[in-house]
């Protein structure tokens, strides 16, 4: 083969562009970081790191969601347990009232209790979640709850109070499909198989009368009450439980997404920094190389 | 019998082929580095012999040319890989521009925007009390950002398509520049060759049409002459003899490109006829930006409009079921596209419907974040705190659905089943999937090239060692010569001194 000086140049030079475009492309994985810094990189591995950071910050939106829904389930849960307080004082007020050693001014006195009492579980059904509508209203979260018409007045029969809402709980995903009700009806927590309002009232009706038949039924059904609340408090319990599962499970994938998206996107460290390594010295030789083929020819030694 | 001034002759003829045959190898070495020169050398044969009694006498040597060295299959050969390398060339780096559109910044891509805009849903429906304009103006802002940058991303790769359309203009320049030159030294090499090869011409001209196959695809034909006739792939004559043709960008009212009519054909003028060539050229520059203008370039467009109505429709339908603040009507989210014949130009034409972009003088309010009219109120729309429908929308995020392909008709999508993520993937992988054989191809085409120049180089480069060794062997040549002179001159003095 005959080999002439264009030849033996552009070899050099060809060699010389390709080890410094490989080294630049080594250079860059390292600096960046990344494997993958353009699609032709690696087009499959770039759609599924695409799809996987997509799923990633999915997973972290659900996250939030269950942060987010602990706001409304803790104001929910907190009205129930204000409503179930005030039922249990009720319930001892009235204990209190059927006691035969009551004056007529105890009486009145444990009725103006049981007036306040009415007053503190209109304003429990009336909750707002912190910068948020009224909790038992449902969808309707700017409508407060229950309405009261008419007033305590001695003598008279009592104020009623009716559901003004809907009658519906508001639903949040917290997965893929799976929804959580982060607040309850009020319609059921309040005025369900027993009308807690009502049993309050018929209460406040037995002191006023001291009409002690009256008062015994008014017991029985705060009963009722209490363990109607505590059903409904039992569903949140189980809402609140459901969305902390979630949580770990979303912590747990999330976890397993980003070593999924960093095993198709980041980089070898020990890899690159070798081939790194192993390109200078490539790039090196061809430049001494070069340097020594370029120059000799048959005039060096006439 | 032979004389001594016959002798004496032989000796200078001698020394005329030595000389002649220095000024060849000065002109190789001086032309070592010239690109394109082909390395010449002298055609030496033994001159005619006298007859004699005694027989026949050699009477020297004589020149009979000086001829190029060169492989006429080697040199089309290189034509051909280099005609194919430009294309190569032009697609890959058209490719990586694309690319790099497309891809975006880290974290700020297209994908990254679609993300944010169901982030927003998310936002909305996490957000306690819906009616807080806060959470409906983030989720107006991202959906203006995402149709703002398929808006950016259409008009990059418009922008990249026509800067490929304005280098044909320019690429076909040249093509007449150098279709023109070839024909004035087709004339040149006619007329100079009655007496002998005209080496450097022709070097001249085989440069000239390694230059035009950079640019087209060409086909050479050379006849008795010397005269060189170029025809482009489809066999048009781009050169026939001393005459050539003319292409030129031409737009074409009457047959407007119906990618956008202000686009230049290329058309053929020459031999008596005028007519749109466009789909002929293929190899070359040239036919590497006509396949990137008509071919990369629109695909990638036309593959982002089929995304961008797949989003609008998509989002559109699951929208208008779901109810705004204000009123029992479906509302669009984006502008209905619906009307157009095809999808083609949807992303150029996204917008935001008029009924939720206050800018348009709608509202936010019709964003149809509820599943039922106010169940307390019974209307005018859906109940503040009722986001149900927002799960609905977001579920767009994964749900597939039947994407919409270039050119679909409205109503008929005919694509595969995929979400509106893997339609970014789809249309982002598919365009690094080709920049990556582009690449791939070009590095194969290179080493081809590489090769085809190499063995050119091999029959026709100078190669400084021969060229000093003959400068060596003609030294000597020339001083044995000299020799056989002064010998004979030495003996003519004897002679006439005996007179």
Redo the contacts between chains.
């Keep these: ?7 033996v140049s ?2 050099s030079m ?1 060699q010389l562009a390709l080890q410094r475009a490989r080294l630049a492309r080594t250079q860059e994985q390292a600096s960046t970081g990344r494997r993958l810094n ?4 690696d ?2 591995d ?2 599924s790191a ?2 996987l ?2 799923a990633l ?2 997973t972290g ?1 659900y996250l ?2 269950i942060d ?2 602990r ?2 389930l803790g104001a929910t849960e907190q009205a129930i347990t204000d409503s179930t307080e005030i039922v249990s004082q009720a319930k001892s007020l009235a204990i209190q009232a059927r006691n035969d050693t009551n004056g007529p001014e105890a009486l009145a006195n444990i009725r103006i209790q049981v007036e306040q009492l009415f007053g503190q579980l209109l304003t429990a059904s009336n909750t707002r ?5 009224y909790v038992f ?7 407060p709850a229950f309405a009261q018409s008419g007033s305590f007045a001695s003598g008279s029969p009592p104020p009623t109070v009716a559901f ?5 709980a ?4 917290i997965d ?1 499909g799976v ?1 959580i009700e982060v607040t309850r009806s009020g319609a059921q927590v309040f005025q369900g198989s027993v009308d807690v309002f009502e049993v309050l009232g018929r209460l406040w009706q037995g002191i006023d009368e001291d009409d002690a038949a009256r008062m015994d039924g008014a017991i029985g059904d705060l009963d009722l009450a209490l363990g109607q609340l505590d059903v409904e408090r039992g569903e949140l319990g189980g809402a609140g439980a459901k969305a902390d599962a979630f949580e770990q499970k979303l912590r747990g994938q999330a976890q397993t997404l980003t070593e999924q998206v960093s095993v198709l996107e980041d980089a070898d460290a020990y890899e690159v920094y070798s081939d790194l390594v192993a390109r200078e010295t490539a790039l090196q030789a061809s430049l001494q190389v070069t340097a020594r083929i370029q120059q000799p ?3 060096d030694f ?1 | 019998m032979a004389g001594l001034f016959d002798s004496l002759g032989t000796a200078a003829r001698g020394l005329g082929v030595v000389q002649s045959g220095l000024a060849t190898t000065g002109h190789n070495i001086a032309n070592a580095d010239t690109e394109g020169y082909s390395r010449q050398r002298s055609v030496l044969r033994t001159s005619l012999p006298q007859q004699t009694n005694a027989g026949w006498i050699g009477s020297g040597v004589e020149q009979v040319s000086v001829e190029r060295v060169i492989d006429r299959f080697v040199g089309e050969r290189l034509i051909r890989e280099t005609s194919r390398q430009a294309t190569l060339d032009t697609q890959a780096s058209i490719y990586r521009q694309v690319e790099s559109v497309v891809t975006g910044a880290e974290g700020e891509g297209l994908s990254d925007d679609l993300t944010r805009f169901f982030d927003a849903l998310d936002d909305l429906s996490n957000a306690s009390d819906p009616r807080q304009p806060a959470a409906r103006t983030q989720v107006l802002a991202a959906a203006e950002t995402l149709v703002d940058s398929i808006h950016r991303y259409d008009g990059q790769l418009r922008g990249l398509q026509r800067d490929a359309d304005r280098s044909i203009t320019s690429l076909v320049s040249e093509v007449n520049a150098i279709t023109q030159e070839i024909a004035d030294l087709n004339q040149k090499i006619a007329a100079a060759e009655v007496t002998a090869p005209a080496n450097d011409l022709r070097d001249q001209r085989d440069r000239l049409v390694l230059s035009l196959a950079e640019k087209v695809d060409v086909s050479l034909v050379t006849d008795n002459q010397g005269m060189l006739s170029i025809r482009i792939s489809g066999g048009l004559p781009l050169v026939d003899k001393d005459i050539a043709a003319k292409l030129e960008a031409v737009v074409d009212p009457a047959n407007p490109n119906p990618l956008d009519p202000t686009f230049s054909q290329v058309w053929y003028d020459g031999a008596g006829s005028f007519f749109d060539a466009s789909s002929l050229i293929r190899g070359g520059e040239l036919g590497g930006v006509l396949e990137a203008r008509d071919g990369l370039l629109a695909g990638a467009i036309r593959d982002l409009d089929a995304f961008a109505y797949t989003l609008a429709d998509t989002f559109n339908q699951v929208h208008r079921g779901g109810f705004g603040l204000l009123d029992a009507n479906a509302h669009d989210f984006f502008t209905d596209l619906s009307a157009q014949t095809s999808v083609d130009d949807a992303a150029r034409n996204l917008g935001l419907a008029a009924d939720i972009d206050p800018s348009q003088g709608g509202s936010i309010e019709n964003i149809a974040a509820g599943a039922q009219l106010d169940p307390v109120a019974g209307g005018p729309g859906a109940a503040v705190g009722d986001t149900a429908w927002i799960e609905r929308l977001k579920d767009l995020r994964t749900a597939k659905g039947t994407a919409y392909l270039a050119g679909d008709v409205p109503g008929t999508p005919t694509g595969a089943t995929s979400s509106l993520v893997d339609g970014i993937g789809k249309w982002i992988g598919d365009i690094g999937q080709g920049a990556r054989s582009a690449e791939r191809s070009l590095a194969q085409q290179n080493a081809v090239l590489s090769a085809a120049q190499d063995r050119r180089d091999e029959i026709s480069g100078v190669s400084i060692d021969e060229e000093v060794a003959e400068l060596v062997k003609l030294q000597a040549a020339f001083q044995a010569n000299a020799k056989v002179m002064s010998t004979i001159t030495k003996m003519l003095d004897d002679l006439f001194a005996a007179i």
């Design positions: 083969m005959r080999v002439t000086q264009s030849m552009r070899m060809q353009r699609p032709s990189d087009p499959v770039y759609r695409l799809r950071t997509d910050s999915q939106r939030r969601s987010l829904s706001t409304r979640a912190a910068g948020g509508g209203s449902g969808v309707a979260s700017e409508t003004a809402g809907d009658d519906s508001i639903s949040v995903e893929e929804m020819t048959l005039l006439l």
